[in-house]
T-cell receptor, first 115, second 113 residues
Framework: GAGVSQSPSNKVTEKGKDVELRCDPI?????LYWYRQSLGQGLEFLIY????????KSGLPSDRFSAERTGGSVSTLTIQRTQQEDSAVYLC?????????????FGPGTRLLVL | AQSVTQLGSHVSVSEGALVLLRCNYS??????LFWYVQYPNQGLQLLLK??????LVKGINGFEAEFKKSETSFHLTKPSAHMSDAAEYFC???????????FGTGTRLTVIP
């Protein structure tokens, strides 16, 4: 079956612009996660959605970052007023259920470069 | 706070040699533990996971890992390296009660022909 897909695969933007990154999870997966992979910080958790529950936003680095998940499926990560330190690969993952033992399936990522 | 330590950011082995990638975690309660592999320009793929069943876990591509509570370790091994094993490997933990993963800094494996 289809895996997690993300778009765009690459995004170049200018400092100060807003960007939107999209994630399509595996069909039927109830949990969705965003992570950021950067040279300086490694792989960091950003935000987690589970069904209709309020998202866990504890990993968002600043209020310029936000995310939503519409209809329990597609998710969009928005970065406002981008900064050069936002340059990273943004990875989305989904799992069938929530819970620490669940396997998270990762998408290929969106590589963001802020000039 | 949870932490995962991967000793050695780069490991080189000869083709056919043993692969050993080290991972230690810090937690008073044994967490769930994972090894993921990342090939160039791709996302992360699960190799194996420990979820409090058998301490020796077998994964894909001939990899296995052993959970040792006394050493707070979850090292990844493969008896005989193949060229296709060249990639970056990440150890991750999911603490009890958490949903997200905490990742180590990764180990880049190079396989020398």
């Amino acid at each position: 079956g289809a895996g997690v897909s993300q778009s765009p695969s690459n995004k170049v933007t200018e400092k100060g612009k807003d960007v939107e990154l999209r994630c399509d999870p595996i069909s039927g997966h109830t949990a969705l996660y965003w992570y950021r992979q950067s040279l300086g910080q490694g792989l960091e958790f950003l935000i987690y959605f589970q069904g209709n529950s309020a998202p866990d936003k504890s990993g968002l680095p600043s209020d310029r970052f936000s995310a939503e998940r519409t209809g329990g499926s597609v998710s969009t990560l928005t970065i406002q007023r981008t900064q050069q330190e936002d340059s990273a690969v943004y990875l989305c993952a989904s799992s069938l259920y929530s819970g620490g033992a669940e396997t998270q399936y990762f998408g290929p990522g969106t590589r963001l470069l802020v000039l | 706070a949870q932490s995962v330590t991967q000793l050695g950011s780069h490991v080189s082995v000869s083709e056919g040699a043993l692969v050993l990638l080290r991972c230690n975690y810090s937690s008073s309660v044994p967490p769930y533990l994972f090894w993921y592999v990342q090939y160039p320009n791709q996302g992360l793929q699960l190799l194996l996971k420990y979820t409090s069943a058998a301490t020796l876990v077998k994964g894909i591509n001939g990899f296995e890992a052993e959970f040792k509570k006394s050493e707070t370790s979850f090292h990844l091994t493969k008896p005989s390296a193949h060229m296709s094993d060249a990639a970056e490997y990440f150890c991750a933990v999911s603490p009890s009660g958490a949903n997200n993963l905490f990742f180590g800094t990764g180990t880049r494996l190079t396989v020398i022909p």
